[in-house]
């Protein structure tokens, strides 16, 4: 079921995405060369905590994992796409490196991803980073009210495709409220005028994740939650909780 949310619950989920801008922020600045993946996620830590916000990443055990998140924050570091657990990897120069963060905060969740590189960045890496941003600007100005989840998802895979990179069919966007995943699924890829029609009050998390090496295939690391790229290449993710309104997209977790 996909919950419609009045305005004044859209101006509650602004305040939960604004500690997720927040944490995101503070985690960008942190990552310097040698500095560990757990550093980053006590960073993280400490902007919920002040904030007096909730994680919904820690414990969380969605059908497909075996253990809980134990972090607050997901590491995704140059071929791992989504859901790297924090590790005591110290970052290198040139690593790519994808932050997904979310919080709660009175009762409603926001949830944001971001990819940058440390160091001396690689110019194919900064493309890829530069393109997913692009997809993700794409994605957003299509979530308006009386387009349909396609349009989303096509506006999305489209800048994609024509770079040429991989698109991972499994994973994309979602809805989030009360909690950080709900109704509906948004894909990363699909065709325009399918799916559920946009509604004022509707809230999207829209989060393109694309490949470097031109497929979307994907295996799971050991530790149950990272996704790695089957080929090596690397990999970025950015995303924002955004809602659908009668005066066009809101950003929920825009800084």
């Given at each position: 079921?996909?919950?419609?949310?009045?305005?004044?619950?859209?101006?509650?989920?602004?305040?939960?995405?604004?500690?997720?801008?927040?944490?995101?922020?503070?985690?960008?600045?942190?990552?310097?060369?040698?500095?560990?993946?757990?550093?980053?996620?006590?960073?993280?830590?400490?902007?919920?905590?002040?904030?007096?916000?909730d994680s919904p990443f820690?414990?969380?055990?969605?059908?497909?994992?075996?253990?809980?998140?134990?972090?607050?924050?997901?590491?995704?570091?140059?071929?791992?796409?989504?859901?790297?657990?924090?590790?005591?990897?110290?970052?290198?120069?040139?690593?790519?490196?994808?932050?997904?963060?979310?919080?709660?905060?009175?009762?409603?969740?926001?949830?944001?991803?971001?990819?940058?590189?440390?160091?001396?960045?690689?110019?194919?890496?900064?493309?890829?980073?530069?393109?997913?941003?692009?997809?993700?600007?794409?994605?957003?100005?299509?979530?308006?009210?009386?387009?349909?989840?396609?349009?989303?998802?096509?506006?999305?895979?489209?800048?994609?495709?024509?770079?040429?990179?991989?698109?991972?069919?499994?994973?994309?966007?979602?809805?989030?409220?009360?909690?950080?995943?709900?109704?509906?699924?948004?894909?990363?890829?699909?065709?325009?005028?399918?799916?559920?029609?946009?509604?004022?009050?509707?809230?999207?998390?829209?989060?393109?994740?694309?490949?470097?090496?031109?497929?979307?295939?994907?295996?799971?690391?050991?530790?149950?939650?990272?996704?790695?790229?089957?080929?090596g290449s690397r990999a970025?993710?950015?995303?924002?909780?955004?809602?659908?309104?009668?005066?066009?997209?809101?950003?929920?977790?825009?800084?």
């Amino acid at each position: 079921m996909v919950e419609i949310k009045s305005d004044a619950s859209l101006d509650a989920m602004r305040e939960a995405g604004r500690v997720v801008a927040d944490a995101l922020e503070a985690v960008r600045r942190a990552a310097q060369v040698r500095v560990s993946l757990k550093e980053l996620d006590e960073v993280a830590r400490e902007v919920l905590r002040a904030a007096g916000a909730d994680s919904p990443f820690l414990n969380y055990r969605p059908s497909f994992a075996d253990t809980p998140f134990p972090a607050v924050i997901c590491t995704s570091v140059n071929d791992a796409i989504v859901h790297g657990i924090p590790s005591d990897y110290r970052l290198r120069d040139g690593d790519l490196v994808s932050i997904d963060c979310g919080a709660k905060l009175g009762g409603w969740a926001g949830d944001a991803a971001i990819s940058f590189t440390v160091g001396t960045a690689r110019p194919a890496d900064l493309t890829l980073i530069e393109t997913t941003a692009r997809a993700l600007a794409a994605g957003i100005a299509a979530a308006v009210v009386g387009a349909r989840i396609g349009d989303i998802s096509h506006a999305v895979g489209s800048v994609g495709r024509a770079a040429g990179y991989g698109i991972p069919a499994d994973f994309g966007g979602h809805g989030v409220g009360r909690n950080m995943h709900e109704d509906p699924h948004v894909a990363n890829d699909g065709r325009p005028g399918r799916g559920m029609r946009l509604r004022h009050g509707m809230v999207l998390a829209i989060e393109p994740m694309f490949l470097a090496g031109g497929r979307g295939d994907y295996r799971t690391a050991p530790d149950g939650w990272t996704l790695v790229t089957s080929d090596g290449s690397r990999a970025a993710h950015v995303e924002h909780t955004v809602a659908i309104t009668e005066d066009g997209p809101r950003i929920l977790t825009a800084p």
